[in-house]
């Protein structure tokens, strides 16, 4: 649907206008609706066969039978125009048809078919009614529903009652375009101040640099809308981005903000500071002394995931067999939830969604789904933008338009893996041999269990390799369509079949369509007995396909250089004569001097190597934690290294108190561990790449001594062969350092960020492995970590250590 508000125009399609709703509704996309659209045109041209058959003359088809009729028309209501396309399957003289594919038996009660399928009859009914606005109305209209598995047809008739609900579909859609009318004007109204008291050295000109890139001039010359920002921890990237964004969203370059960040604390931040800018404080009436707090003038909503939002004791989505889910379309309109996005001030936190949701007995999820369109800043998971299986919630909703909404991505470091991730699937031999009897006890299609049997078969055979040969892959391809084709035409009892097996069904599509993209680079292997990979190894295409379809996106973090190679890990490869990107790093001149580093040359941390050097580290970490006043922070590459440096600690006799981060679930867990150790531990053992290592920022100003024991290489397996081989041509050093070195450095980068957060805080660190000096890896360290000392003996370490303390 594309609207212009200042015209009081809508175009869109008749699909569109058919499912239009401001409640809930079906979900359509993904690999199922995929499968579904492919199975409808399979009937649409079996049909469209069917009617020339019947409709011919000695072989030649009558001239007044048509198929695929495109028509366009305009219909005016309330003060709006709608320019109406799409095209009609058949007509047969002055008959209108409609084909319609059900998986459900045929025949069925007509009354069943109207509350079953209420969009096929809108569909036809704005047909009949744009034919007669044109002034070429028919002498009828009828649907066609064809029953997928047998094929057996069932014929409905147009009434008069279908054609009047075009124009209570034409009040809801008038609604919600009024409701958007009212959000412009809110947003052109916007008072917003900035999220510093202050300015730190070096965000004086970020206001000024952001506009600059997203200058009009610029964006009509067809240069880059995609800006990567770096900037370090502590810098304030959220405030900053925030305050341009609202700058931007008030002037009207754009209508909608997105912003993603795959951790729930960042946008916890983020809404917290969003409230802070846009709340403002006024004078009170006479009466009352003081001032009146305000409630945030802007929408915003943080999506959390479905599960969170689910009040079942068990979280199941199964349509049929959920009480919040079953009919909620029909206790929607008397339910009061529309409040979520008809009133501003509406409270919009989970418990209270949640409450919302069992008093109506309506699922809590469907009400943000409902409330999204109406809110102007939508804040979530990566996952809701570049996932295929979830993208939905945000590319679904009506009037949501990428090319006028502004993508901030954050930590977006992470999204290459993130989304290689999202596209990646595993299947196993359990779920199989599950499904398959509960499909058994179920009487499913004989069909279908057959070729589950088959894949239950390859499945058992299948034997841990890291690849496969191509009849192998063959033969997975062949029984995944098969399968993804059953499994969309039979007609089971999803309610009875329940959550589990009910995923596992669907994933066959899933798989299918992951095997035909071709945007992808894949790998199949097999990790253990029976249970087959479905990797992504480089999700690039797609998520260059993805950003631009925005009118604008940042994307920020503290670690995003060498810029080109991130660049192209997100799809932004250069090409001739354009300007996929732009780059800008914020200065940060308060860091300067804040980092004193050495690089230890005596050790050798690499996995053949450390264990020849387990003494030597656990004795550089007691010199370390002497020459400190408090605690220290060592950081390792993987929880098995801390472990045995843990021990090799005790077993050399030192008395530190060593506090290994535990494996916590939440942010709250974490930090009360961070906070308690400062106080109670001489020595924190933290694994790089973690929560701890890139997400805690507790250690600002308060570790001034600090270890990384090597360069946290990834773990040399399957898919990072892989992902070497995908990189061949670029010559065995450059693949090295595209799969291992830059993701490697990158967490050691991510965590000394965390070490210096504001001015006037320093931190020394002991880089402690040999690798760290040579270039291609002391060239991928940050710039405030590229200048350091070589620590070649005991006397260096002791002398770079007492160094410390006479400065202190």
Request: a negative charge.
């Amino acid at each position: 649907m594309h609207f212009s508000l200042e015209h009081r125009t809508v175009s869109l399609s008749v699909g569109e206008f058919a499912g239009f709703r401001l409640g809930p509704q079906e979900s359509g996309g993904g690999p199922q609706g995929l499968w579904r659209a492919q199975l409808g045109q399979h009937w649409h041209n079996e049909l469209r066969k069917r009617a020339e058959q019947e409709f011919s003359i000695d072989g030649i088809v009558r001239a007044d039978v048509r198929f695929e009729i495109p028509i366009e028309g305009r219909l005016t209501h309330r003060g709006w125009h709608f320019d109406l396309q799409g095209r009609i399957d058949q007509q047969i003289g002055g008959l209108l048809r409609e084909v319609k594919s059900v998986t459900r038996p045929l025949p069925a009660d007509e009354p069943a078919l109207r509350t079953d399928y209420p969009d096929y009859f809108l569909q036809l009914a704005a047909y009949a009614v744009m034919r007669r606005t044109l002034g070429q109305a028919a002498s009828g209209a009828e649907l066609l529903f064809v029953e997928t598995g047998s094929g057996f047809v069932q014929t409905v008739a147009l009434t008069p009652f279908d054609e009047a609900l075009v124009f209570h579909q034409l009040d809801a859609i008038v609604e919600f375009l009024n409701l958007r009318l009212r959000a412009t004007e809110r947003r052109r109204a916007l008072q917003f101040h900035s999220p510093f008291t202050t300015l730190r050295p070096g965000q004086e000109t970020i206001q000024q640099d952001l506009a600059a890139f997203f200058d009009q001039t610029k964006i009509e010359n067809q240069k880059s809308r995609i800006l990567l920002l770096e900037a370090p921890t502590g810098y304030g990237k959220t405030g900053c981005v925030l305050e341009f964004a609202l700058g931007q969203l008030k002037s009207g370059r754009f209508a909608r903000l997105v912003w993603l960040t795959g951790k729930s604390t960042g946008q916890i931040q983020v809404m917290h500071t969003l409230h802070q800018m846009t709340t403002h404080s006024s004078p009170a009436s006479p009466q009352v002394s003081g001032f009146k707090p305000q409630v945030s003038p802007l929408p915003a909503w943080q999506v959390r995931n479905k599960s969170e939002h689910c009040v079942n004791h068990e979280f199941h989505c199964v349509r049929d067999g959920c009480d919040y889910l079953r009919d909620c379309a029909e206790r929607w309109p008397g339910s009061g939830l529309a409040r979520f996005y008809a009133d501003d001030q509406q409270p919009r936190d989970l418990d209270t969604l949640r409450a919302a949701g069992r008093a109506a007995k309506i699922c809590p999820y469907e009400i943000t789904r409902a409330a999204l369109p109406f809110h102007d800043v939508w804040v979530g998971d990566f996952n809701y933008v570049f996932a295929p299986d979830n993208r939905g919630i945000f590319f679904e909703r009506p009037g949501f338009d990428p090319a006028e909404t502004l993508l901030v991505v954050d930590e977006a470091h992470n999204l290459p893996s993130r989304v290689a991730g999202a596209y990646s699937h595993t299947a196993n031999l359990s779920d199989a041999h599950l499904l398959l009897a509960e499909l058994d006890h179920l009487d499913a299609p004989a069909t279908l269990v057959l070729a589950l049997e088959g894949w239950v078969r390859l499945l058992d055979s299948l034997q841990p390799s890291e690849s496969l040969d191509p009849v192998t892959e063959a033969e997975i391809g062949d029984l995944l369509e098969r399968l993804a084709r059953l499994a969309t035409e039979s007609s089971l009892d999803y309610a009875a079949l329940g959550p589990h097996h009910s995923e596992t069904l669907w994933q066959f599509a899933a798989l299918a369509g992951f095997l035909a993209d071709t945007k992808l680079t894949k790998l199949l292997w097999v990790s253990r007995p029976g249970q087959l990979e479905f990797t992504c190894v480089d999700a690039a295409p797609a998520i260059g396909e993805t950003l631009r379809l925005f009118g604008g996106a940042i994307l920020m973090s503290a670690t995003l250089q060498p810029y080109a190679e991130f660049a192209e890990s997100c799809g932004l490869e250069v090409e001739a004569a354009l300007h996929p990107y732009t780059t800008h790093s914020a200065p940060t001149p308060w860091r300067a001097g804040a980092y004193d580093i050495a690089v230890d040359l005596r050790v050798n941390t690499t996995f053949r190597q450390r264990a020849n050097h387990y003494a030597d580290t656990a004795a550089t970490i007691v010199a370390v934690h002497e020459a400190a006043r408090g605690a220290i922070a060592v950081f390792f590459p993987s929880y098995a290294y801390a472990e045995v440096l843990a021990k090799t600690l005790a077993d050399y006799g030192a008395t530190l108190r060593v506090a290994l981060q535990p494996k916590l679930p939440d942010l709250a867990a974490q930090t009360a561990w961070v906070e308690e150790n400062l106080a109670l531990s001489d020595v924190l053992f933290l694994v790089l790449g973690s929560s701890f290592a890139e997400g805690i920022d507790l250690l600002g100003g308060r570790i001034t001594h600090a270890m990384v024991v090597g360069p946290a290489l990834p773990e040399v397996n399957a898919v990072q062969k892989a992902k070497l081989a995908a990189f061949d041509a670029l010559g065995r050093d450059a693949a090295f350092r595209r799969v291992y070195q830059i993701p490697g450095l990158q967490k050691v980068n991510q965590a000394l960020g965390r070490l210096v957060r504001a001015p006037g805080q320093r931190a020394k660190v002991l880089l402690h492995c040999r690798r760290f000096a040579e270039p291609s890896y002391a060239s991928l360290l940050a710039a405030d970590y590229q200048f350091y000392r070589e620590i070649d003996g005991e006397a260096d370490l002791r002398d770079w250590l007492g160094a410390a303390s006479a400065k202190s």
